[in-house]
């Protein structure tokens, strides 16, 4: 696996690299989408990717991305360019 490295934020939305347990720092090989919090101390995962054997695939953890606060314009543009860095890093030969 590759191991990948980025963030991306706009607004109160987080597209970032992380590894495939979320909680533990090992190597960067997937990605989140987070929503911070007004206080920008603490976030929580509104959706992940996991690597599937022909792309990623993007999951939703419950009903957070119905939650008012999620700016859905926001959401999809992160969700997008999440796709394309992962397809990039995951390019078969």
């Given at each position: 696996m590759k191991e990948i490295n980025?963030?991306?934020r706009e607004g109160n939305?987080?597209?970032?690299s992380c590894n495939n347990h979320l909680?533990?720092?090992y190597l960067h090989t997937t990605a989140e989408i987070v929503e911070?919090?007004?206080n920008n101390e603490s976030c929580y995962t509104?959706?992940?990717?996991?690597?599937?054997?022909?792309?990623p695939d993007l999951h939703f953890c419950g009903s957070r991305p119905l939650m008012a606060?999620?700016?859905?314009?926001t959401f999809r543009k992160l969700v997008a360019t999440g796709q394309k860095l992962?397809?990039?890093?995951?390019?078969r030969d």
């Open positions: 980025f963030k991306i939305l987080e597209l970032r909680m533990s720092d911070w919090f007004e509104i959706a992940n990717y996991e690597i599937g054997e022909e792309s606060s999620v700016d859905w314009d992962l397809e990039k890093a995951y390019e």
